[in-house]
């Protein structure tokens, strides 16, 4: 098979009429449709259950497959993992995975950029939502380009080629395909089919707009991306964006436990059987740096002259320690796994590392008091 695409650039500004279509119309046709069955027909407890199924699978195929296992790569997945992620993706209706990878490298490469990011946040708040859908951009943002290892995917290719049939077939032939086990195939198409996607549509355009508008940034100041609880619960646990812009690379959303994000709870459950592998996480060092980076400039801002030299003190004396500390974590890990030097030695480097942590939290704790003031 050959990997290359074809591609054909519109004029910047004009329609682009199948996003008015699946946008648009399909909305508004289900705002009228779906309460006219209800109303005339009834649903049943399985429409129900269709929708919600139907919900998940197409949203975890997007958080899941197309955002953090192609456009980002932060883990890898075997043939059934990946082959699941890409039929429900593909029934999202959000462009093949190359389109959106495609968009979405660009996004992170100049974000809030209103000319090269795809969907800045800083054009406003309903452009980054779907307003960016509706009208053709730059050529040079049309252009599927830096994507090259994916085009190594024939699934992909194959996938962006035909994408148009297999949308349609996946969108829409699943939920038939429920109907006719219930017995219930317009409930279901209505309930799984138009309700459903365009719920996952504006959930998944709320990363774009909510999660780039509401929240705190704990871990980088020098974008729009925000951390917020309530964009997690609406997104499917996307909503942790400040450390997703900082921390790309991180096959998590939300690094805490408890922090909702289904699919780094998928990936991490699945790398148990072996299913998904080489899972990406950033280390803690560079996390705590981020943090107290940020909380610096938050502290700068409102110290006076005088006092801002003791606080850029503390920052640098903290930044060392946690350098130092890592450091000293790894050396004492390498020598356990390595188990060729003597059991003394070994306990000498333990010692070191918990010395080093002894230190790491007193000068962490020293300069969140100083911010604090």
């Known amino acids: 098979m050959n990997n290359r695409i074809d591609q054909t650039f519109e004029k910047e500004g004009s329609i682009v009429w199948k996003s008015v279509f699946g946008l648009l119309i399909i909305p508004l046709f289900t705002i009228i449709a779906v309460p006219w069955y209800g109303f005339t027909y ?31 790569k932060t883990y890898k997945a075997n043939k059934i993992v990946s082959y699941f992620l890409l039929i429900f993706s593909t029934a999202a209706l959000q462009n093949s995975v190359l389109q959106w990878a495609s968009d979405h490298r660009k996004h992170h490469k100049d974000v809030d950029d209103p000319i ?21 951009n ?47 195939i317009v409930a279901s198409v209505l309930m799984g089919g138009f309700l459903r996607v365009v719920l996952v549509h ?36 996307e909503g942790y964006h400040n450390y997703h812009h900082a921390f790309a690379g991180d096959y998590r959303n939300g690094i805490r436990f408890f922090d909702f994000d289904p699919s780094k709870w998928f990936i991490a459950g699945l790398s148990k059987i072996g299913w998904c592998y080489d899972l990406k996480k950033t280390p803690k060092h560079l996390i705590e740096i981020a943090k107290a980076k940020v909380k610096l400039e938050e502290t700068l801002k409102r110290k006076s002259n005088a006092s801002q030299l003791g606080i850029e003190e503390k920052y640098t004396k903290f930044v060392a320690n946690v350098k130092s500390m890592y450091g000293a974590k790894q050396e004492y890990l390498k020598a356990k796994k390595d188990n060729v030097l003597s059991k003394a030695d070994i306990q000498a480097i333990k010692s070191r590392y918990k010395d080093l942590k002894i230190e790491f939290i007193e000068a962490k704790r020293k300069y969140r008091a100083s911010t604090l003031v």
């Open 42 to 72: 009834g649903f049943q407890t399985s429409d129900y259950v269709c929708l919600i199924v139907f919900y998940c699978l197409t949203g975890i195929g997007i958080t899941m497959g197309y955002h953090r296992l192609w456009s980002h």
């Open 202 to 237: 504006h959930a998944t355009f709320c990363i774009n707009s909510l999660a780039h508008t509401i929240g705190r940034r704990p871990y980088s100041t020098k974008n729009t991306a925000r951390d917020s609880f309530i964009t997690a619960i609406v997104t499917g646990g």
């Open 138 to 184: 730059t050529h040079d943002v049309q252009e599927i380009k830096g994507v090259n290892d994916l085009m190594k995917d024939k699934a992909l290719v194959f996938q962006h080629k035909y994408y148009t049939v297999l949308a349609i077939l996946t969108c829409f032939g699943l939920p038939v395909l429920y109907g006719m086990f219930t017995g219930r």
């Open 116 to 136: 090269k990011d795809p969907y800045a946040a800083t054009r406003g708040f309903w452009y980054s939502h779907f307003g960016w859908l509706l009208r053709y």
